[in-house]
C-alpha cells in the first residue's frame, strides 16, 4: 500500500540495491506508454506494478481512469477502465484516479476521483464490489448524499487518500477543502463487502465539544429514508466545513489507531484554525473514537500571514528512543514529532531556509497576485508577511513551497527523508526558490536538524547533494521518497528519479523520465515518487506526449 506499510514508513527491506551497485547495475528494463497521467505511488506486490491513471485516454471523451496490472519481468498488461464525466470528476479538471492503490488478500483497493471506493480481484481486475462515498448507497450501508454547495459550481467532494487496509477493514477521507458547504469524513469499510461499519466527520460539530463516531449532519441525508444503525443525526450547524483528509490514513498496531492528516477548515485563515483543521487526527480504528487531536502551531508557518495550510502527506510512525512517536510535514513548510499515545509535540522546525542570520529570505514563500499578467512577482519580506489585502480575489496568501510529502525513514542513522515544494503551475513562484531551498531534506529525528554535511553559503546548503539541487530553476519535491538500504530514492518535478547516499546526500543514480508539459493541463509534470521491491524500482509519470502517461521500470543487471 501506499509508503509500503501501514505505518507509511518508506523503508524497503528485501532489496539488493545499494550505494555499491547503484551506479553500474540499476538499468531501465522497460518503459510502458499508459495513455494517461500518473499522478501516485505505484504498488509493487509479488512481480507486478499496481497502478492507476487520471484522464485515460482509453476512457470515453479521455473523461475516467485506467487500471493496471503490469508484470515487471514480461511487461504483460491487464486493465480494468471506468468512465467519469467531467463535472463528476476532481476540482482541478481530473478524472480516473490519483491514490496509490493497496493490495491485501487478493484484492485491490483503491479511490478515484468520483468518490467511489473501488475493489478489485487481484487476479482478474473483475470488480468485487464498488462503493459510493459521495452519493448515498444504501446497499453499502452509506447513508450521506454529499453534494452541497455543487449546484453553485463548487467543487464535489473527491478521493485522494490512499487507502489503508488492515485487520479487514479498509479506511478512507473523501472531502473537499475549498468547497464552503461540502463536509468530510473518514470512512471504515469491510474489506470483503465494501459495507460502511462507521464514519467520522472531521467537521467539528461543536466548540468544546469533540465529535463522537456516526453522527451525521442532518442536511446529508435523506429525511424520507430510515436511517440504519449505527448511526444517528446531529441536526446543528458545524463550526466549520473542509478539514478534509486528503493523504493515506496511517495505522499503528499496539494503539490499534488511525492518524488522519487534515486540510484546511472553511472558512479558512492563518493558523491558528478552527475545528480539525491543519494538523494530526487520532481515531480508535475499531470504532472511530475520538483519540486526539494536535494541530500545526502558528510559529511553525514560514510566514505569519501563511493560509490554505493543508497538511497534503501522510504521518509516518516510528520508533524513537524507545517512544512511539508520529511524523508529519505540512503546506507551511513545518514539520512536527507528536508523542503517538498523547499527540504531545515533541519536535517542531520550519524546513524552508532562512539566510544565516535569521532572517527570512524575500523569494521564499512570496505572497501576492497569482495572475498571468504578473508573472513571478518579487516581493519584500513586508509584503508577505503582510496579510491578503480585502476584496483582492488574485491575491494569494497559500505557501506553494512547503511540504506535501511523507516522510521515509532510516532506521540505520535515524534519519528522516521528505520533499520540499508543492505543485509548480502558479505564475506567483513556481516551484521553489531553487537557488536557497533543497528539494528535498534531510533530518536527524533525534533533533530535527540537518543531517547532511552543510556548506559555508548563506544560507547554507548540503554540501555533497548539490547538483543535482539547487541546479535546476524551480525543480521541487512534491513527491515522496523511499529508503532502501543506504540509499534514499526521490523524483522531482524536473521530471528526474535520483538516488542518494542517506549517509551524506552524495548523488549516485539519476534518470530524466521525460519533459514537463509546459503548459496547464493539470500542471507541468509529475512523478509523485518510485515504489522499490526485490531488485526492481518502478515510477509512474505526468509527462509531455504519449498521452501524458509514463511507468519506468528499472532492474539491478
Same mark, same amino acid.
Given at each position: 500500500?501506499?509508503?509500503?506499510?501501514?505505518?507509511?514508513?518508506?523503508?524497503?527491506?528485501?532489496?539488493?540495491?545499494?550505494?555499491?551497485?547503484?551506479?553500474?547495475?540499476?538499468?531501465?528494463?522497460?518503459?510502458?506508454?499508459?495513455?494517461? @497521467?500518473?499522478?501516485?505511488?505505484?504498488?509493487?506486490?509479488?512481480?507486478?506494478?499496481?497502478?492507476?491513471?487520471?484522464? @485515460?485516454?482509453?476512457?470515453?471523451?479521455?473523461?475516467?481512469?485506467?487500471?493496471?496490472?503490469?508484470?515487471?519481468?514480461?511487461?504483460?498488461?491487464?486493465?480494468?477502465?471506468?468512465?467519469?464525466?467531467? !463535472?463528476?470528476?476532481?476540482?482541478?479538471?481530473?478524472?480516473?484516479?490519483?491514490?496509490? +492503490?493497496?493490495?491485501?488478500?487478493?484484492?485491490?483497493?483503491?479511490?478515484?476521483?468520483?468518490?467511489?471506493?473501488?475493489?478489485?480481484?487481484?487476479?482478474?481486475?473483475?470488480?468485487?464490489?464498488?462503493?459510493?462515498?459521495?452519493?448515498?448507497?444504501?446497499?453499502?450501508?452509506q447513508p450521506v448524499t454529499n453534494i452541497m454547495g455543487t449546484d453553485q459550481g463548487n467543487a464535489q467532494?473527491?478521493?485522494? @487518500?490512499?487507502?489503508? $487496509?488492515?485487520?479487514?477493514?479498509?479506511?478512507?477521507?473523501?472531502?473537499?477543502?475549498?468547497?464552503?458547504?461540502?463536509?468530510?469524513?473518514?470512512?471504515?469499510?469491510?474489506?470483503?463487502?465494501?459495507?460502511?461499519?462507521?464514519?467520522?466527520?472531521?467537521?467539528?460539530?461543536?466548540?468544546?465539544?469533540?465529535?463522537?463516531?456516526?453522527?451525521?449532519?442532518?442536511?446529508?441525508?435523506?429525511?424520507?429514508?430510515?436511517?440504519?444503525?449505527?448511526?444517528?443525526?446531529?441536526?446543528?450547524?458545524?463550526?466549520?466545513?473542509?478539514?478534509?483528509?486528503? /493523504?493515506?490514513?496511517?495505522y499503528d498496531k499496539d494503539l490499534d489507531r488511525l492518524y488522519c492528516s487534515t486540510g484546511n477548515p472553511?472558512?479558512?485563515?492563518?493558523?491558528?484554525?478552527?475545528?480539525?483543521?491543519?494538523?494530526?487526527?487520532?481515531?480508535?480504528?475499531?470504532?472511530?473514537?475520538?483519540?486526539?487531536?494536535?494541530?500545526?502551531?502558528?510559529?511553525?508557518?514560514?510566514? /505569519?500571514?501563511?493560509?490554505?495550510?493543508?497538511?497534503?502527506?501522510?504521518?509516518?510512525?516510528?520508533?524513537?528512543?524507545?517512544?512511539?512517536? $508520529?511524523?508529519?510535514?505540512?503546506?507551511?513548510?513545518?514539520?512536527?514529532?507528536?508523542?503517538?499515545?498523547?499527540?504531545?509535540?515533541?519536535?517542531?522546525?520550519?524546513?524552508? !531556509?532562512?539566510?544565516?542570520?535569521?532572517?527570512?529570505?524575500?523569494?521564499?514563500?512570496?505572497?501576492?497576485?497569482?495572475?498571468?499578467?504578473?508573472?513571478?512577482?518579487?516581493?519584500?519580506?513586508?509584503?508577505?508577511?503582510?496579510?491578503?489585502?480585502?476584496?483582492? +480575489?488574485?491575491?494569494?496568501?497559500?505557501?506553494?513551497?512547503?511540504?506535501?510529502?511523507?516522510?521515509?525513514?532510516? !532506521?540505520?542513522?535515524?534519519?528522516?527523508?521528505?520533499?520540499?515544494?508543492?505543485?509548480?503551475?502558479?505564475?506567483?513562484?513556481?516551484?521553489?526558490?531553487?537557488?536557497?531551498?533543497?528539494?528535498?531534506?534531510?533530518?536527524?529525528?533525534?533533533?530535527?536538524?540537518? /543531517?547532511?554535511?552543510?556548506?559555508?553559503?548563506? !544560507?547554507?546548503?548540503?554540501?555533497?547533494?548539490?547538483?543535482?539541487?539547487?541546479?535546476?530553476?524551480?525543480?521541487?519535491?512534491?513527491?515522496?521518497?523511499a529508503v532502501v538500504n543506504d540509499l534514499v530514492f526521490f523524483a522531482t518535478t524536473k521530471i528526474s528519479?535520483?538516488?542518494?547516499?542517506?549517509?551524506?546526500?552524495?548523488?549516485?543514480?539519476?534518470?530524466?523520465?521525460?519533459?514537463?508539459?509546459?503548459?496547464? @493541463?493539470?500542471?507541468?509534470?509529475?512523478?509523485?515518487?518510485?515504489?522499490?521491491?526485490?531488485?526492481?524500482?518502478?515510477?509512474?509519470?505526468?509527462?509531455?506526449?504519449?498521452?501524458?502517461?509514463?511507468?519506468?521500470?528499472?532492474?539491478?543487471?
Amino acid at each position: 500500500m501506499f509508503h509500503g506499510d501501514p505505518a507509511h514508513t518508506g523503508n524497503v527491506t528485501g532489496s539488493n540495491i545499494s550505494t555499491k551497485n547503484v551506479a553500474q547495475s540499476l538499468k531501465l528494463l522497460r518503459s510502458v506508454q499508459l495513455r494517461g @497521467s500518473v499522478m501516485s505511488t505505484p504498488a509493487v506486490v509479488d512481480g507486478y506494478v499496481y497502478v492507476g491513471t487520471a484522464n @485515460s485516454h482509453d476512457a470515453v471523451g479521455a473523461n475516467g481512469g485506467s487500471f493496471f496490472k503490469i508484470a515487471l519481468e514480461t511487461g504483460e498488461i491487464s486493465e480494468f477502465t471506468w468512465n467519469i464525466s467531467r !463535472p463528476e470528476g476532481d476540482t482541478h479538471g481530473f478524472t480516473g484516479m490519483g491514490c496509490t +492503490p493497496a493490495v491485501v488478500n487478493g484484492k485491490i483497493y483503491f479511490v478515484a476521483f468520483n468518490a467511489k471506493l473501488y475493489c478489485l480481484d487481484q487476479e482478474t481486475l473483475a470488480p468485487v464490489w464498488i462503493t459510493d462515498l459521495r452519493y448515498a448507497d444504501p446497499l453499502h450501508n452509506q447513508p450521506v448524499t454529499n453534494i452541497m454547495g455543487t449546484d453553485q459550481g463548487n467543487a464535489q467532494v473527491e478521493g485522494w @487518500s490512499s487507502p489503508l $487496509v488492515v485487520n479487514g477493514k479498509v479506511y478512507v477521507g473523501i472531502g473537499e477543502g475549498e468547497n464552503p458547504y461540502a463536509y468530510s469524513f473518514v470512512y471504515c469499510l469491510a474489506a470483503q463487502t465494501g459495507n460502511v461499519l462507521w464514519m467520522f466527520c472531521t467537521c467539528k460539530f461543536q466548540k468544546g465539544q469533540d465529535n463522537q463516531p456516526n453522527v451525521l449532519p442532518s442536511e446529508l441525508l435523506n429525511n424520507n429514508a430510515p436511517l440504519p444503525p449505527p448511526f444517528s443525526i446531529y441536526d446543528g450547524a458545524p463550526l466549520v466545513k473542509g478539514c478534509s483528509v486528503w /493523504a493515506a490514513i496511517a495505522y499503528d498496531k499496539d494503539l490499534d489507531r488511525l492518524y488522519c492528516s487534515t486540510g484546511n477548515p472553511q472558512p479558512d485563515g492563518a493558523l491558528k484554525t478552527a475545528g480539525y483543521s491543519n494538523g494530526i487526527l487520532a481515531l480508535d480504528a475499531a470504532s472511530g473514537q475520538f483519540k486526539g487531536f494536535q494541530q500545526f502551531p502558528a510559529e511553525s508557518s514560514y510566514r /505569519a500571514s501563511d493560509s490554505d495550510i493543508d497538511v497534503g502527506g501522510s504521518a509516518t510512525i516510528f520508533t524513537r528512543n524507545d517512544q512511539k512517536v $508520529v511524523g508529519i510535514g505540512c503546506k507551511n513548510g513545518g514539520y512536527m514529532i507528536l508523542d503517538a499515545q498523547t499527540l504531545e509535540r515533541l519536535l517542531c522546525r520550519q524546513m524552508l !531556509p532562512y539566510y544565516n542570520n535569521g532572517g527570512q529570505i524575500p523569494t521564499v514563500d512570496p505572497h501576492g497576485d497569482d495572475m498571468a499578467a504578473n508573472p513571478n512577482p518579487r516581493r519584500t519580506n513586508e509584503e508577505s508577511n503582510a496579510p491578503a489585502p480585502p476584496n483582492d +480575489p488574485n491575491y494569494t496568501t497559500e505557501n506553494y513551497s512547503g511540504t506535501y510529502s511523507t516522510a521515509a525513514i532510516h !532506521p540505520g542513522t535515524e534519519r528522516l527523508f521528505i520533499g520540499i515544494g508543492g505543485n509548480n503551475y502558479h505564475f506567483l513562484a513556481p516551484g521553489i526558490d531553487s537557488d536557497t531551498t533543497p528539494f528535498m531534506r534531510a533530518m536527524d529525528w533525534n533533533t530535527l536538524n540537518d /543531517a547532511w554535511p552543510l556548506d559555508n553559503s548563506d !544560507p547554507q546548503r548540503y554540501l555533497k547533494a548539490s547538483p543535482p539541487m539547487h541546479a535546476t530553476a524551480g525543480e521541487s519535491g512534491i513527491s515522496v521518497p523511499a529508503v532502501v538500504n543506504d540509499l534514499v530514492f526521490f523524483a522531482t518535478t524536473k521530471i528526474s528519479l535520483y538516488a542518494f547516499d542517506v549517509n551524506d546526500g552524495t548523488c549516485l543514480w539519476q534518470d530524466d523520465l521525460g519533459s514537463p508539459t509546459q503548459g496547464f @493541463s493539470g500542471g507541468y509534470g509529475y512523478c509523485m515518487g518510485p515504489a522499490i521491491w526485490q531488485d526492481y524500482v518502478v515510477a509512474g509519470a505526468l509527462v509531455f506526449g504519449r498521452d501524458g502517461g509514463l511507468l519506468n521500470i528499472y532492474k539491478l543487471t
